[in-house]
Each structure stands twice: as structure tokens, then as C-alpha cells.
């Protein structure tokens, strides 16, 4: 997906993805793993989710997000004031518990990141086309040389009956791209056959959320 595709759905409030509450693993993953906060919180491609607040309870949390818009209205709706800094080629929002990076996810550096102890992708490697997601997996490497475990939540349809974003990314995939991980753990499915997906219902004959807990 182009950074054009996704200012515009930021500009024309197009953004069926967005959920409008905590998403409802966090609390459940959460209480059954055993992570020890070390490092900040990672969420690439952060958008204006809500659980970037409901993280910062475990550490401070790092966003990283293409659209202004997203990031404004991310504190805004909130009301909590920020603050705004031009670092290079991104800006700097910051906030005593989140901080997001608005620019380009593909041309963070890891100095820009620091130590990061955890990275929480929901909505993000299923929001890209395959190609990119190779290459966004390889920028996560990249900006989180480890230790680090990923909590990914990710997205089953049959692939032929609709077009991404968001993409389909089968359990298979996701283990070939995560392929240099210590482990991958499958920890939780929610089947959403026939319900809402943040604000869209798709038209699809199955639609499975995976939650999988990564280290490496
Ligand atoms: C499907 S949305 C998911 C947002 C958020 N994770 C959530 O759960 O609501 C994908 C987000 O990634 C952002 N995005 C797309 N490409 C990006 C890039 N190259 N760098 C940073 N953000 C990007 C889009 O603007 C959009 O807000």
C-alpha cells in the first residue's frame, strides 16, 4: 500500500479499522503471560488506537504512524496535550506515556527507538501486500535487534473472496517471515465469522483473528 492510499483514508476519515475500544485480547494475552516490562513498547503503523493508552500501563510506548492526522487526533480525542519536534525525517509526538514517530515506519532508525522490550502489531502486517510485508518484517529486525518478544494479532479470510487491505496472513506465512525467531507461539483465535472487524463487516466465508506471542 502506497503512503498515499493511507493519507487519503486519514484525510476522508476512512478508517473502518479503527476500533473504537480496548482490543478485547489485550487484557486476556496479557494476564496469561508471564512478560517482565524491560525496554518500551513498540506499535508500528500505531494509527490512533486506543490500546497504545492501555499499554503505556506496562512501559512507556513508542507509535510509529505515517498520517499527522492520526497522531493529532490520537492525543486530541484523549485531551492530553503533546508535543511537537521535527527529528530528520520524522516528527516527534511527545507525551509523558506515548511518544509517536509520525513519518515513514520504513525510515526509522533504531537509535530513534532505543531499547525496546516488547512490539505490539494489531492491524499492521495484515494492513500491507506481501512484498512490503518482507520488507517490514525485515525493518522490525532491523529497528529491534532483540531481545524482544512481538505480540501480533493477525487476520485468516479465504484470500480470493476479497481484496486488502486488511490481507489475509495465514499461520503458514507467519511463520516463514518470523522464521529467525527463537519462538512463535500461537496463543489465542477468535473466530469473527460474520461479525465486525473494528468498524467493517466484511463479506467473507470465514474471518479468523490469531494472536501469536513472538521471541527472538
Ligand atoms: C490498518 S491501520 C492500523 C492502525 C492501528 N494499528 C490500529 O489498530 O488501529 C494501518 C496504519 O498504518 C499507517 N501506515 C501505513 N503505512 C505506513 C508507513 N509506511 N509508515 C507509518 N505508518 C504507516 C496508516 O496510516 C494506518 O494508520
Redesign the pocket.
Known amino acids: 500500500?502506497q503512503?498515499e492510499f493511507?493519507?487519503q483514508?486519514?484525510q476522508q476519515q476512512r478508517?473502518g479499522?479503527?476500533?473504537q475500544d480496548i482490543h478485547p485480547l489485550l487484557p486476556v494475552v496479557f494476564s496469561q503471560l508471564n512478560w517482565q516490562p524491560s525496554g518500551a513498547i513498540f506499535?508500528?503503523?500505531?494509527?490512533?488506537?486506543l490500546?497504545l493508552w492501555w499499554l503505556s500501563q506496562h512501559g512507556k510506548v513508542l507509535g510509529?504512524?505515517?498520517?499527522e492526522l492520526?497522531c493529532q487526533q490520537f492525543y486530541q480525542e484523549q485531551t492530553q496535550s503533546f508535543v511537537v519536534t521535527t527529528q530528520g525525517q520524522h516528527q516527534r509526538f511527545s507525551h509523558p506515556a506515548v511518544d509517536i514517530w509520525q513519518?515513514?515506519?520504513?525510515d526509522l532508525k533504531p537509535e530513534q527507538l532505543g531499547d525496546i522490550g516488547l512490539i505490539y502489531d494489531?492491524?499492521?502486517l495484515?494492513?500491507?501486500p506481501l512484498p512490503m510485508r518482507i520488507d517490514y518484517v525485515n525493518q522490525l529486525k532491523r529497528l529491534c535487534p532483540g531481545p524482544v518478544s512481538l505480540l501480533l494479532l493477525s487476520l485468516e479470510y479465504p484470500h480470493q473472496q476479497m481484496s486488502g487491505?486488511?490481507f489475509s496472513v495465514t499461520e503458514c506465512e507467519v511463520r516463514q517471515l518470523f522464521d529467525f525467531a527463537a519462538s512463535v507461539e500461537l496463543l489465542a483465535i477468535r473466530n469473527l465469522t460474520g461479525r465486525a472487524f473494528?468498524q467493517r463487516q466484511f463479506n467473507v466465508s470465514y474471518l479468523i483473528e490469531k494472536a501469536y506471542w513472538i521471541c527472538w
Open positions: 500500500m503512503s493511507w493519507l483514508c486519514w478508517i479499522f479503527h476500533q506499535a508500528p503503523l500505531s494509527g490512533k488506537s490500546d510509529a504512524e505515517l498520517a492520526a513519518g515513514d515506519y520504513f494489531r492491524a499492521a495484515i494492513a500491507l487491505p486488511p473494528a
